[in-house]
């Protein structure tokens, strides 16, 4: 039931990408007195792009140049935004969230946009927090939001202050260990050893990225990591961290011990583990977790039709019979930020309507497969979908289901690889390394469902000498995708080019293509390229 005042109160809790991406898309239906919106966020900072906190540690960015939403916009339209404060509790009964500072805010639709926490591995001589309702119970509030100190020398990337605790240790020249072979931990690694830092990864699997490469992009991605002056430990199971007394008299991190023997060295040890959802409040406040929040498709929690969550923290998860008595339930997060601004969007609208009485949009955000994308200078990964699949893989005899097709080039001594997998002619996978330009002609046919050449090796000539082939999906169409994160098309990048954004941060600031996962800023660059091109021949 709205206020006393007959507006619509919104409580969002959590200001980063994706809470930020809600509360701008709000904004107009604030100005509009028809919602009453606080967000809440426990960072002092202002929203900015996680993805990219990596480049930071070498100087490539700032935080300027990351930031994704200024505060003082949205209190300037209306928003109460208290920045540096936790929500520590939820009274579902009063409808109130209860803050670190002791005060309430009564809400009619509370949004958890809480986001995730940076995996802590079991290793001896690190613990590892616990976050079921047992041990939060014996916590206490403090457990609620917060992050746990890691030893002297061991930290992970999330967040500004781990960007200035590793560019600090980078300043000092120190050895840096890596644990866990991700894109995340991937890109970090090689952005280190450009600048001359010696860097070893350390992961339990047979090749890097195991969940969106197959085991020939693997490997030759383990061979341009090595290339790229990156120690790669393979088949590495790690299991303790050593220590050893630092000049200053305190413990500090000496060495990463793995299962079968090696006792890898370094000053600091970076543990890129994967990423966890921030569900604690929603564990002690008694809604349904699991992977994360576990709420319907159109992103209500199972437990309370006044709560929603959007982001990583959201597990999203179809409410049946069968599956509403499951103790285990399928899927996880997304963890991709593309998802999470498609959610913001959605709810948005959503809210938007109950806020002024009118018909609630109609079926759930629009989910797809993310492209993951490796970003580094002369290494290029893209894949996207299940590629896992035998090539020799044949239907049964009975089976009049379309039959997958498989094709797969490999050329390891120059760092390429590529795979596709497609049903009835149509791209249903890829995993593309060293190969761009193949990369971004099978990214657009993805996007648009579309069907490949029926001689799969036209793709090859792409990224050869000759690449005189025509592309089946115009990369420059008005309408083909440029940033999938955002959803920008080619036709929105020329008219924000026309309006004078003649540089990659300012079509961010203008369309916001590129501040997603920044794998598509090598194509904006092309875009202003040819538009600002086109405008100098243009007659006058």
């Known amino acids: 039931m709205p206020g006393g005042d007959g507006r619509l109160r919104v409580v969002i809790v ?166 866990g072979a991700g894109v995340l931990g991937l890109e970090f690694a090689l952005l280190a050893a450009g600048t001359g830092t010696e860097v070893a990864v350390v992961h339990h699997g047979a090749t890097p990225m195991p969940r969106n490469l197959d085991r020939g992009a693997g490997i030759v991605l383990s061979r341009a990591l090595r290339a790229g002056g990156v120690t790669v430990y393979a088949h590495s199971r790690a299991e303790a961290v050593a220590f050893r007394t630092r000049d200053d008299g305190t413990p500090g991190f000496d060495a990463l011990v793995t299962a079968d023997g090696n006792y890898v060295r370094g000053d600091l040890l970076v543990l890129s583990c994967g990423v966890g959802a921030r569900a604690e409040l929603a564990t002690t406040s008694g809604l349904r977790t699991a992977a994360g929040i576990v709420v319907d498709e159109q992103l209500r929690s199972w437990s309370d039709d006044d709560v929603f969550a959007i982001g990583d923290c959201a597990h999203i998860v179809e409410r049946t019979a069968e599956t509403n008595g499951r103790a285990r339930l399928p899927g ?60 020799w893989d044949a239907p049964a005899p009975d089976d009049t289901a379309p039959h997958r097709h498989v094709a ?26 060293g190969m761009p330009r193949t990369a971004a002609e099978l990214t657009l046919l ?60 300012c079509l961010g600031r203008d369309t916001r293509a590129g501040t997603g996962c920044g794998g598509c800023k090598p194509r904006l660059a092309e875009l202003i390229e040819r538009f600002t091109a086109s405008e100098q021949v243009a007659p006058a």
């Open 446 to 505: 993805f996007d648009r469902r579309g069907e490949l050449p029926a001689d799969r090796s036209l793709l090859l000539r792409m990224d050869g000498a000759d690449d005189g082939a025509v592309a089946s999906a115009d990369a420059f169409a008005p309408t083909a995708t440029v940033c999938w994160c955002n959803g920008v098309s080619v036709h929105g990048i020329e008219d924000s080019v026309a309006k004078g954004n003649d540089t990659v941060a």
């Open 332 to 391: 996880a997060p997304a963890g991709l930020i593309g998802p999470g601004w498609r959610q913001a969007e959605w709810l948005a609208r959503r809210l938007a309507a109950e806020a002024a009485g009118v018909a609630l949009p109609a079926g759930a955000p629009p989910e797809r497969d993310s492209v993951v994308m490796l970003k580094a200078e002369q290494i290029d990964v893209a894949a996207v979908g299940d590629v896992d699949v035998d090539i």
């Open 14 to 179: 959590g200001f980063g990408p994706v809470g930020a991406r809600l509360c701008e898309e709000l904004l107009p239906t604030v100005k509009a007195g028809l919602i009453d919106l606080t967000v809440i966020g426990a960072e002092s900072d202002a929203p900015y792009n996680r993805v990219l906190v990596a480049e930071m540690t070498v100087g490539r960015t700032d935080a300027a140049n990351i930031t994704m939403h200024d505060p003082q916009e949205s209190r300037n339209a209306g928003v109460d935004v208290r920045l540096g404060t936790r929500v520590v509790g939820i009274d579902r009964a009063r409808r109130q969230v209860e803050l670190s500072t002791g005060d309430r805010v009564t809400y009619d639709r509370l949004v958890l946009a809480t986001g995730a926490r940076a995996n802590v591995p079991t290793l001896t001589g690190i613990d590892r927090p616990v976050f079921d309702l047992s041990s939060l119970s014996r916590a206490g509030s403090g457990a609620i939001g917060t992050d746990p100190v890691l030893p002297t020398g061991v930290t992970v990337l999330r967040d500004l202050t781990d960007a200035d605790r590793i560019r600090a240790a980078l300043r000092e020249g120190a050895r840096i260990v890596v644990l």
């Open 408 to 433: 797969q080039w490999a050329d390891p001594q120059h760092g390429r690889y590529l795979k596709v997998v497609t049903r009835d002619g149509v791209l249903e996978a890829f995993a593309s390394v």
